[in-house]
Structures are given as C-alpha cells and as structure tokens.
C-alpha cells in the first residue's frame, strides 16, 4: 500500500511538473507571439479600461492570440500594474512582451500643438477646437463661459495664456490644455515681475502684462523689444498717448478689414490709444516671456518716437522733427513689399495665418509714425471677434 501511494505521490509530482513546465512554456510563447500587424498603426486604450478588456478586444479584432493565458499572466505577475489611457504605436514584428512594456512605463503616443505670440484668444480657441486628438468639451461656449469652466470666473481671457508648445496624450480635454496653458503664463509673469526694474509706471502685474501685449505687437525684430517698450514707457511718464494701431485695431472689432483709415484712429473705443491717455483696459494679444521681460525691463533712452522701415526693423527718434524726416523717407517712398513687421507665421494646421495686408492709400501709423497730411500705413494682424468691454473683471 504504502509502494502504491508513493508511486502515485511520484506520478502527481511528475504530471505537476509536467503541467508547471506546459504552462510556463505556453504563457512564454504567447508572450513572445508577433502581433498581427503588417503595417504601423495605434492602439486606443481609452480611460478606464482594464487589461482583461484589452487581451479580448486585441483578440476579436486579430492583433493577437491566446488572450486567456495573457489575462493569467497579467493577473500572478503585473497586478496592480496601471495601465495609463492613450494611444500606444504598433509596428510590424513587435511582440506581446514589447507592447506589455510599453503599457508598463506609459510609453504612449504624444501630439502637440503650438500656440503662437502674438495670437488672440480666438485664434488660440480656433487652434484648440481644430486639433482632433484632443477631447473638445468648450465648443459652442462664450469666452465668459470657457473662462468659466477653466476655474477663472470672472476673469477676461485675453493675454492670460503662455504661447509655448504643448505635448499631451489623445483624450485630454480642452479644458486641461487651456488650464496648462494659464498656469504657465502666471508663472512666468510672477518670476519676471519679481526681477522687474523698480520705478516702473505700473500698478501690478496685470498692467506690465497690457503693456507687453502692445511690445509683442509693435515688435518686428527680437532685438528691439527693449527700445519699443522704452519708448511706450516714456509716453507712460510723459502723459503722452501710446498711439498705436495694434489696440486700434482691437477695438475695431469685427468691423477692421485689413486697414484703419484716420476716421478709425478719431473713433473712440476702450482700446483706442489715439484718443486715450494710458494703457487700454486689458491685454489686446498673447505674449512671450521675452515681451514681458522687455515691458519690465525697459531699456533706458530719450527716443519718444519710431516708425517702421519696412524690413521689420525701425527708426527712433527723439523730437517730433526727427520723427517726421524718419516717416517721410519711410512712409512716403515705401516699396509695394513694405512691411511694418515680419509676415506672421502660424504653425500648419493649427490655425488660420494671417493674410498679408496690401498698403491701403490711406491706413493707420504706429506709435505717432504719422506725419501731418501723409498716408500712414497698414496694420496685418487680425481683428478679435469682438472688443471686449472694459468692465469685465481683470
């Protein structure tokens, strides 16, 4: 009895390790299975789906074989494992094993969009609601209601978000990009208000960001920020007007057309800087670090005036005289290619360009460029889709 009992204790042991030896050897060859792909494609691994659900889908749509034995795996070796939501890429030859390790370090596909300085938050909006691997929650919203959803009630979303460029997973929301996109702009103003020059003519950061919105606009060259925040700067002290048609044309609204006329530049708007005094109520563009840094770091001078050559650069002057010489060589003699600034570039596929301009014969100057009984120049930039009222909360 007792040969009989230790032949079958041998036996079990045997078929055992038989059964133990089968099965690692099964769950190694469905793990080092190819998936059946002949060609690259991705993998959608929307939020909340278990790894059960993905072995079984990949099955029924042929990625793979023997779910059952990967779903054993998965549960006595990877429990607990997350498997982070996105798209991950499926190339030809690629294993079970590979794509387990992908899932295990959130080795998902990464898009990106770029939002431009110098844009207006419906240009920003329009890039967001065009990308199609983000999730779009905010369509059909006001601004007020999308400032709304973003937490920030009550604030006016013009200039209040960081041109940069964004990565992020398909599925994330709108919502979250702008969100990411605020809180990069509140940093970066609060560190370079901190490393402001001192005895600037502004009550907080919210005015440096204003005033950075026009040096982003009036700002053809890099190099030039300094000077042409220097000279707005001066005016400031002065009580001299801005005078420039950027927030001219932001006020303008819907009704700008690719050209101001001297009637636009006496029309009186919040934004108007060449029938006000000061700086318009609210940012009138998306600005860089570089214009903020500029706005709060002036460079030092006597120059009150400049007015474009044409290449992207500009003359400064100190008197109106000098000025007036500077806008006759300038203004009066400009070339069919004049240009105040650089012709705008926009990411492709991210939102419209803005269309070149041709030089009307009577159109609007920059920051004083107008010489008495002279045609001034045209502005290129968009108009928003509408001029916000002054008494939204900042």
Same mark, same amino acid.
């Given at each position: 009895m007792r040969r %009989?009992?230790?032949?079958?204790?041998?036996?079990?042991?045997?078929? &055992?390790?038989?059964?133990?030896?089968?099965? &690692?050897? %099964?769950?190694?060859?469905?793990?080092? *299975?190819? #998936?059946?792909? $002949?060609?690259?494609?991705?993998? /959608?691994?929307?939020?909340? $789906?278990?790894?059960?659900?993905?072995?079984? =889908?990949? *099955?029924?749509?042929g990625l793979l074989d023997d779910a059952f034995w990967l779903r054993l795996y998965w549960r006595f070796n990877m429990a607990g494992t997350a498997l982070h939501t996105g798209e991950y890429r499926l190339t030809p030859g690629m294993t079970v094993e590979a794509l387990f390790d992908a899932w295990r370090r959130g080795d998902v596909v990464q898009y990106n969009l770029t939002l431009v300085e110098g844009w207006t938050f419906r240009q920003v909006r329009t890039a967001v609601a065009r990308h199609e691997k983000i999730k779009h929650t905010l369509d059909g919203l006001s601004d007020t209601e999308v400032m709304d959803k973003l937490g920030h009630t009550g604030v006016f979303p013009e200039g209040r978000f960081f041109p940069d460029t964004y990565r992020f997973v398909r599925g994330m929301t709108d919502v979250e990009l702008l969100q990411q996109a605020y809180m990069r702009l509140e940093e970066v103003l609060a560190k370079e208000w901190a490393d402001r020059m001192t005895d600037l003519p502004y009550r907080d950061?919210? !005015? &440096?960001?204003?005033?950075?919105?026009?040096?982003? %606009?009036e700002t053809g060259i890099p190099q030039?920020?300094? !000077?042409?925040?220097?000279?707005?700067v001066r005016r400031l002290r002065l009580g001299m007007m801005l005078q420039? +048609?950027?927030?001219?044309?932001?006020?303008?609204?819907?009704?700008?057309? @690719?050209?101001?006329?001297? &009637? /636009? #530049?006496?029309?009186? $708007?919040p934004y108007n800087t060449y029938t006000m005094t000061g700086l318009p109520p609210t940012p009138i563009a998306m600005v860089g670090r570089?214009?903020?840094?500029?706005?709060?770091?002036?460079?030092?001078?006597?120059?009150?005036?400049?007015?474009? =050559? @044409? /290449?992207?650069?500009?003359?400064?002057?100190? +008197?109106?005289?000098?000025?007036?010489?500077?806008? =006759?060589?300038? *203004?009066? %003699?400009?070339?069919?290619?004049?240009?105040?600034?650089?012709a705008p570039q926009a990411p492709q596929g991210t939102a419209d360009q803005a269309p070149d301009a041709e030089p009307p014969t009577e159109a609007a100057p920059r920051s004083g460029e107008a010489l008495e009984g002279a045609p001034t120049q045209s502005a290129e930039e968009p108009a928003p889709a509408q001029a916000p009222a002054p008494t939204e909360k900042q």
């Amino acid at each position: 009895m007792r040969r %009989k009992i230790l032949l079958l204790l041998e036996m079990g042991l045997i078929l &055992a390790g038989l059964a133990v030896g089968w099965s &690692a050897w %099964k769950v190694n060859s469905v793990l080092e *299975q190819p #998936l059946h792909v $002949t060609e690259e494609r991705l993998l /959608d691994v929307p939020n909340g $789906t278990n790894p059960n659900r993905m072995f079984y =889908r990949m *099955q029924s749509e042929g990625l793979l074989d023997d779910a059952f034995w990967l779903r054993l795996y998965w549960r006595f070796n990877m429990a607990g494992t997350a498997l982070h939501t996105g798209e991950y890429r499926l190339t030809p030859g690629m294993t079970v094993e590979a794509l387990f390790d992908a899932w295990r370090r959130g080795d998902v596909v990464q898009y990106n969009l770029t939002l431009v300085e110098g844009w207006t938050f419906r240009q920003v909006r329009t890039a967001v609601a065009r990308h199609e691997k983000i999730k779009h929650t905010l369509d059909g919203l006001s601004d007020t209601e999308v400032m709304d959803k973003l937490g920030h009630t009550g604030v006016f979303p013009e200039g209040r978000f960081f041109p940069d460029t964004y990565r992020f997973v398909r599925g994330m929301t709108d919502v979250e990009l702008l969100q990411q996109a605020y809180m990069r702009l509140e940093e970066v103003l609060a560190k370079e208000w901190a490393d402001r020059m001192t005895d600037l003519p502004y009550r907080d950061p919210y !005015q &440096a960001l204003i005033m950075a919105s026009l040096v982003e %606009k009036e700002t053809g060259i890099p190099q030039e920020r300094g !000077q042409i925040a220097g000279v707005f700067v001066r005016r400031l002290r002065l009580g001299m007007m801005l005078q420039t +048609d950027p927030t001219v044309i932001y006020g303008m609204g819907e009704r700008y057309n @690719g050209k101001i006329t001297r &009637a /636009d #530049l006496r029309a009186p $708007t919040p934004y108007n800087t060449y029938t006000m005094t000061g700086l318009p109520p609210t940012p009138i563009a998306m600005v860089g670090r570089e214009a903020i840094h500029a706005a709060l770091n002036p460079s030092d001078g006597t120059s009150l005036y400049f007015v474009a =050559r @044409g /290449d992207g650069s500009h003359v400064f002057s100190d +008197d109106l005289d000098d000025h007036n010489t500077a806008v =006759r060589e300038y *203004q009066l %003699k400009r070339r069919a290619d004049y240009r105040s600034s650089p012709a705008p570039q926009a990411p492709q596929g991210t939102a419209d360009q803005a269309p070149d301009a041709e030089p009307p014969t009577e159109a609007a100057p920059r920051s004083g460029e107008a010489l008495e009984g002279a045609p001034t120049q045209s502005a290129e930039e968009p108009a928003p889709a509408q001029a916000p009222a002054p008494t939204e909360k900042q």
